[in-house]
Structure formats: C-alpha cells, structure tokens
C-alpha cells in the first residue's frame, strides 16, 4: 500500500492558464473522489468515480473543469482558463468500498496569480 | 442536504489536559459521521466514524466521539493530550443509505488544535 499519490504538489500559473493534476489512487481501490479546500474552509467534494464512471458532479465544478479517469485506475483533473478564484489545494481520495475510509493524498496546491 | 458546524476554529491547551472538539450537524435524513485528522505537512486521516450500532466510537490513540441523535452532535474527546496530537481536526457528515458510507463528504471548516508543553 503505496498510499495516494498526487502529482504536482505545487503548481503556479498565470490567470488564464490551463492545469492538470494527476491522482495515482490505491491500486485495488475502485473509488475515486477529488475535493477542494480553499483557506480556512474544510474539504468540498467536488466529483467522484467507480471505475471509470464518473457518478456525480458538485455545482462547485463549473463548464472549466473537467476529471477523467479513462482506465479506471489514475485520474487528471483539469482546469481550463484559471482564475484566481481556483487558487486552492486540491485533494484525490479513494476507496475499497462504499462503506469504507477514504484514504487522502497529500493535495496539489494551486496558486493563480 | 447536509451541514457540518466546529464551533471552534482554534483550540489551544496544555499537555496532559483533556479535549473537546464540538462537530454539529444539520441533515433531514439520517446520517454517517467521521472524523478526520490532518497533521503538519501530511493528508487527511480517517480518525474514527460512526455507522450505525454503540453511539460511542474510539480511536485507536485515545479518542472517542459520541454520536447524539438528539442533539444532532458528534463531539470529539480525549482525556489527556499529548503534544503529538497537535494538528487540524475535521468533522464529516455523509447521508445514510443502502450503499452509505464516505460518498460526498460533507466537512466542516476544521478546528486547530494546539498541545502545549
């Protein structure tokens, strides 16, 4: 168990810039989940999978962004045109089952400037 | 929809002193809760939850949390801190079903604690 791995964990781009974060989950894990946490705040969810099924959207995931998880193992989310309103960290978890922990990377921060 | 209130942001004591961390929430139906833990410079771990069965959960270093329908209220304890228990505690809600479980946690805005020497 190699643990939940996010890829970069620290990104800063221009505004009006695209992104995309990487999340490697635990490799027999099936479920796959992305939040955000913006200062002060706890963790939003923002979208999550079974396989390579995204299941379901927050609001807070506007026409900008857009996950995949093509294979059912890795996932990238994207942000196209960042806005400094995107400026947060970003956080991958995943899980065996339905009832059972998430297990959370170590978040990719990102900085719009 | 559900809601999670820590009504204290920050929370500072003394080594050896006992702790409480306040979760509340706000759901029309029945509902999961968890407490998550993040220290310095690491991700979020799953603390302990409550599923269904006993209203006392327990932690593997000393924590427990009491689940009370009543007063919609999930608060966090332990005994006696030890300075390693420093970090950001986060209490979760997720809504109650056939599948249940951690699908689209609900947090609330975390609560920082402090072990003084």
């Known amino acids: 168990d190699t643990g939940v791995s996010q890829d970069p964990r620290h990104k800063i781009t221009k505004r009006g810039q695209n992104v995309t974060f990487r999340c490697d989950p635990i490799?027999?894990?099936?479920?796959l989940y992305w939040y955000r946490q913006t200062l002060g705040q706890g963790p939003e969810f923002l979208t999550y999978f079974q396989n390579e099924a995204q299941l379901e959207k927050s609001r807070l995931l506007s026409d900008r962004f857009s996950a995949e998880r093509p294979k059912g193992s890795f996932s990238t989310l994207e942000i196209q045109r960042t806005e400094q309103g995107d400026s947060a960290m970003y956080l991958c978890?995943?899980?065996?089952?339905?009832?059972?922990?998430?297990?959370f990377g170590n978040g990719t921060r990102l900085t719009v400037t | 929809a559900q809601s999670v209130t820590q009504l204290d942001s920050q929370v500072p004591v003394f080594e050896e002193a006992p702790v409480e961390l306040r979760c509340n929430y706000s759901s029309s139906v029945s509902v999961y809760l968890f407490w998550y833990v993040q220290y310095p410079n690491q991700g979020l771990q799953l603390l302990l939850k409550?599923?269904?069965?006993?209203?006392l959960v327990e932690s593997i270093n000393g924590f427990e949390a009491e689940f009370n329908k009543s007063q919609t209220s999930f608060h966090l304890r332990k005994p006696s801190v030890h300075i390693s228990d420093t970090a950001e505690y986060f209490c979760a809600v997720s809504e109650a079903g056939a599948q249940g479980g951690s699908e689209k946690l609900v947090f609330g805005k975390g609560t920082k604690l402090t072990v003084n020497p």
């Open positions: 978890a995943s899980s065996l089952t339905p009832n059972s922990p998430l297990h």
């Open positions: 490799s027999e894990h099936n479920r």
């Open positions: 409550y599923l269904s069965g006993s209203t």
